[in-house]
């Protein structure tokens, strides 16, 4: 197996892995990024994005991350294909094993390996992924002002995404699994008392359907039960929110995790547990998950591996 030596490694890609490459390139520290496994991020998944500043016409998220991985080369990163696959953070300099055939030794370790948001595993998923269905309320709701949309899940996030979706379109169903909402009291009450918000207990969805796009959900009520019930609903929009998965697995050997996988931080700062090993982006974020907080993150991870690298190299 190939070892390579490097100063600051980035192992993922999107607004968080890009920043920081930007920032460290021009700090002269010549940082090697690789990719991942979705090089972009989740944006590049996501057709318009308009509340990124300095797009005031909106842009689609594809061409955001272009933009963000041409300028990080524009100041001379090395950007490359490839998934980090194990990790040895026990002494420094750091190893990382990329497509298990290469170990790079790294000084600093910037970690922006993102989330990747659950699915309900619907071959329609992904047939309408970018054309009605989204696992961001903030990111898309933009989009169905005025119009009909569903939102997955029972917890916090769910009625938190559903109650902002109901300032915007003009009906929104919460579909929930069970008979209860999983959520705390107060978002309960919320939801309960907002009268563009329909719950629909004991639904589970089992495919959407439309032209050009979503233009409906195929639900079953009381699955398995005597009383069980098809019903299809029309939406123009289906959100998930049942949660996210940070992309932190290969690191649990050595970083503190909580109890999601979310790597933790010292608040207000990039660092870890781990001296010269930062976390940036959604991989640290339980809360945010936007693309302009992803990148404000980057940019500290890298003006904190600058001054990590000046002080101990």
Do not use: W
Not at 116 to 130: H, S, V
Not at 141 to 153: D, L, S
Not at 192 to 214: Q, R, Y
Not at 257 to 286: H, L, M
């Amino acid at each position: 197996m190939s070892t390579e030596k490097t100063r600051c490694l980035i192992i993922g890609s999107g607004p968080a892995g890009y920043t920081a490459a930007i920032y460290a390139s021009r700090a002269e520290l010549n940082p090697v990024l690789y990719e991942g496994i979705q090089p972009g991020g989740q944006l590049t998944i996501t057709t318009e994005v308009e509340n990124f500043p300095g797009y005031p016409e909106g842009i689609g998220g594809f061409d955001l991350m272009e933009d963000l991985r041409k300028q990080a080369q524009r100041f001379g990163a090395d950007i490359r294909s490839g998934i980090a696959t194990a990790t040895d953070l026990s002494q420094s300099p750091y190893k990382i094993t990329i497509d298990g055939n290469k170990i790079i030794e790294t000084d600093a370790l910037i970690i922006a390996t993102g989330a990747t948001a659950k699915f309900l595993g619907l071959p329609d998923e992904q047939k309408y992924a970018g054309q009605g269905v989204s696992a961001c309320a903030t990111c898309d709701g933009f989009f169905y002002r005025k119009k009909i949309v569903a939102v997955v899940g029972g917890g916090d996030t769910a009625c938190e995404e559903a109650l902002y979706l109901a300032n915007l379109a003009s009906k929104v169903y919460l579909v929930v699994r069970k008979d209860h909402l999983r959520a705390s009291q107060i978002m309960q009450e919320r939801v309960f008392a907002h009268p563009k918000i329909e719950i629909l207990f004991k639904h589970n969805t089992t495919g959407l359907f439309g032209e050009n796009g979503v233009e409906g959900a195929h639900l079953v009520k009381n699955k398995g039960e005597a009383n069980e019930e098809k019903i299809d609903i029309v939406i123009d929009g289906f959100f998930l929110a049942i949660g996210h998965t940070p992309n932190s697995e290969i690191f649990k050997s050595y970083l503190e995790r909580d109890e999601q996988g979310y790597i933790k931080t010292i608040p207000g700062t990039p660092k870890t547990n781990i001296p010269g090993v930062f976390a940036a982006g959604d991989v640290a974020d339980p809360y945010y998950k936007q693309a302009i907080t992803a990148a404000a993150s980057g940019c500290m991870a890298a003006i904190e591996t600058e001054r990590y690298l000046n002080k101990n190299t």
